[in-house]
């Protein structure tokens, strides 16, 4: 069965799964968020008398975002006769295989969070002072935020690991070169957040889409993905005082 969804994913990899033109319209979306995220903290700057967005209210429009992203794909894959299961892979059939992938989500989680400390050290960025206004702090906030660590988790692993990774691979005609390409994507994708903080997601996008293209699944990556935001928003009154 394994062998099967393998070959299923090489299958998908070669080829265009989505039009030219639908790939231009999700990588419209995916720049017009990124600018609106971008923009956000300087309008606010230029105009103090306004009202600051809640945190609630911004999680609440990050997942709405991601999901319409996500329905965009759908809506191209169809017309293909791709489904989203093609593209998470993989298969559950066993406890064995269950358990090899939360071990390779906790060696990736290891050696991504290595990096992403040499890469904070080396740009001396403080992650408090970058991501503090991002966390969340009363129970609503942290619940919102895990609500939208789990659409993270899914959505944009959908849309960067698989779905732009494999329309870059067939149109590149080189996986690595569309493993690079969706990790900048997925940086710009977090506009909100800096440069040097985006420097790091980059570093973390392309590794997981190394884990999906070595893989041949995003279950791993969906995991680690998931784990890492949570975690994150979880330990944030600790970690960042």
């Known amino acids: 069965m394994e062998a099967e ?10 080829r265009l799964i989505a039009p030219r033109w639908h790939t231009l319209a999700v990588l419209l979306a995916i720049l017009a968020f990124s600018a609106l995220a971008a923009l956000g903290p300087h309008l606010q700057e230029m105009n103090p008398s306004a009202q600051p967005q809640s945190l609630v209210a911004g999680y609440i429009f990050a997942a709405a975002v991601e999901w319409l992203i996500l329905a965009l794909v759908w809506f191209g894959i169809r017309r293909r006769s791709v489904t989203l299961r093609d593209l998470i892979g993989g298969s559950w059939n066993n406890w064995m295989a269950i358990l090899r992938d939360l071990g390779i989500v906790v060696l990736f989680f290891i050696a991504s969070n290595l990096v ?9 960025l403080d992650p ?18 895990l609500l939208m660590a789990l659409t993270a988790g899914f959505c944009e692993e959908i849309i960067f690991r698989s779905y732009l990774q494999k329309q870059f691979t067939a149109m590149m005609g080189n996986a690595w070169l569309a493993v690079t390409a969706q990790g900048i994507l997925f940086a710009l994708f977090h506009g909100n957040q800096g440069w040097k903080f985006m420097v790091i997601i980059a570093a973390y996008g392309w590794f997981l889409g190394a884990l ?3 893989r041949r699944s995003l279950r791993p990556g969906m995991i680690a993905h998931f784990t890492q935001d949570g975690l994150v928003g979880l330990l944030a009154p600790y970690l960042f005082k």
């Open 128 to 145: 408090g002072k970058a991501m503090r206004g991002l966390l969340p702090h009363s129970g609503l906030e942290v619940s919102l935020y």
């Open 116 to 124: 992403s400390a040499i890469l904070v050290h080396f740009l001396k």
């Open 5 to 14: 969804t393998n070959s299923g994913q090489d299958r998908l990899s070669s």
């Open 212 to 214: 999906a293209y070595w």
